[in-house]
């Protein structure tokens, strides 16, 4: 009986019951003394995969002899569960312990803990060791490398192991689209998608890809390249996809091509919330908002259940258009579900309220809501100003610094403006060149306009 191959029987199906019979027989029948690497290291493996890390942990630390594998084995296990910081302190044991170096498996998981841990500089010394022993050009490492730099916000350091040998392949464009995407840098997207185009043929192009890529043509705002990258996605025969498709409606809707969007929705066989919330935010968007609030019925129709971006959407197409009846039924649906204590609920609650005059009920909401962001903030100082209400704003304002919330750039926006409606001309320019200062912010020409005003009615 090969208890090894049932051992990994039972890894593969995530049979943790059955796994624990064969190393109950191991334990019994004298195979597992500290001196059977092997059998130990299958078994640690056994419980790291299936989730139980406190079992893999106490036959690890038993270990009289352990080999790469058998740290290999506990650092996947803590990375694929959710504890990547455990991973970063093994592998120094490793190191002083055992003086063991790690082989490109082990390699590229310290460089995925890395990534979520968004430990940049550890990040850097492994990438040092790898050009050092050469592991970096085994294509696990330099994908992992890629994504760390990119999760790191260090595009262009990703960009540069990218050029690297040995050739890209489709995740580690992957990776790099991803922090384009996630961080908002899009001033290397143009040459990361010329490199993908000539590198990667449309054919390797997975959800991922696809997804990612409608994202970056949605900030861009470019249709052209958006209707190129979509005749390539319907090459790949992936375009059916719910999340490929819920992609392309968002990125036509932030391109402004709102017949294309129409099109490829009523083209998607499947739509779930996702879906309907895209198109309902290309609407929001393009400030179509009675399309927005009509196509929601439909929605309803359909019997699709609407989450709180769906409800975000709905509310602030209310504000556009001033729809305080169609509003106050939302906001009595949100009470009947349990939802308008989400933060992004009770923002749109919120902004709706104030533009539509009801300053009270928008304060309500606002004292009423229990995790309030810097967008809770900045909308009732921006909306007291807004209504000439000077004084309320700055005591928001004051408020806001006693909860040790960041002002943003938007919120002394609101805050010189009710300087100028107040006439507080020296305040005005202290929180201008000494608050703006020390909270990092670059005064803009939204300020200076501010204070412009606040000069004029002196």
């Known amino acids: 009986m090969d208890l090894q191959k ?26 597992f003394s500290r001196d059977h690497v092997i059998e130990r290291n299958s078994v640690i493996n056994l419980y790291s995969k299936c989730g139980d890390m406190s079992s893999a942990r106490q036959l690890f630390d038993k270990m009289r002899k352990k080999n ?7 650092m996947a296990g803590y990375l694929q569960h959710g504890r990547a910081s455990e991973v970063i302190e093994l592998c120094r044991n490793m190191f002083t312990e055992d003086k063991l170096c790690p082989n490109h498996y ?7 803990s890395c990534s979520h841990c968004g430990l940049l500089d550890e990040g850097k010394q492994c990438h040092g060791y790898g050009l050092k022993s050469g592991l970096i050009f085994h294509q696990y490492v330099k994908n992992a490398l890629v994504y ?7 595009i262009k350091e990703a960009i540069s192991v990218l050029d690297s040998p040995p050739r890209s392949d489709i995740c580690t464009y992957n ?4 922090g384009i995407l996630v961080h908002g840098d899009l001033t290397e997207a143009w040459y990361v998608l010329h490199r993908m185009m000539v590198e990667c043929k449309y054919d390797a192009w997975d959800v991922i890809t696809c997804v990612d890529l409608f994202g970056i043509c949605g900030r861009l705002k470019d249709s052209i390249l958006g209707k190129q990258v979509h005749c390539r996605v319907i090459k790949t025969g992936v375009d059916c996809n719910l999340f490929v498709g819920s992609a392309t409606v ?47 019925l439909q929605m309803d129709l359909e019997r699709v259940v609407p989450n709180e971006y769906t409800f975000a959407v709905l509310l602030n197409s209310c504000a556009g258009i001033s729809a305080l ?43 009423n809501t229990s995790h309030r962001d810097v967008i809770s903030w900045n909308l009732m100082i921006s909306g007291y100003s807004f209504h000439g209400l000077g004084e309320e704003a700055l005591n928001v304002f004051q408020e806001m610094l006693v909860a040790k919330q960041k002002p943003s750039y938007v919120t002394f926006v609101g805050v010189l ?31 200076y306009t501010c204070i412009v005003g606040l000069l004029g009615r002196a």
Request: hydrophobic letters at 40%.
């Open 250 to 296: 968002d990125m036509y809707g932030k391109s402004g091509e709102i017949s294309y969007m129409r099109k490829v929705f009523d083209s998607l066989q499947t739509k779930n919330e996702v879906t309907w919330t895209a198109i309902l935010t290309a609407y929001l968007q393009n400030e179509f908002f009675e399309e927005a609030l009509k196509q929601f």
């Open 148 to 154: 760390m730099y990119s999760m790191c916000t260090d």
């Open 175 to 178: 990776s790099v689209l991803n």
């Open 325 to 367: 009846g169609y509003g106050s039924s939302l906001h009595a649906r949100l009470e009947k579900i349990g939802m308008k204590d989400d933060t992004v609920v009770a923002n749109a609650l919120i902004h709706m309220c104030l533009r539509c005059g009801l300053i009270e009920e928008a304060n309500i909401v606002f004292r």
């Open 417 to 447: 403006s009710a300087c100028g409606f107040t006439g507080r001309i020296d305040e005005g320019f202290h929180y201008l060149n000494n608050t703006m200062r020390e909270f990092g912010i670059e005064p803009g020409l939204e300020h």
């Open 68 to 74: 790469i594998v058998s740290w290999g084995s506990i």
């Open 106 to 112: 082990i390699l590229a998981t310290v460089l995925s």
């Open 6 to 31: 049932l051992l990994k029987a039972a890894v593969d199906a995530k049979n943790l019951k059955f796994g624990k019979s064969i190393h109950a027989h191991l334990v019994v029948s004298s195979q």
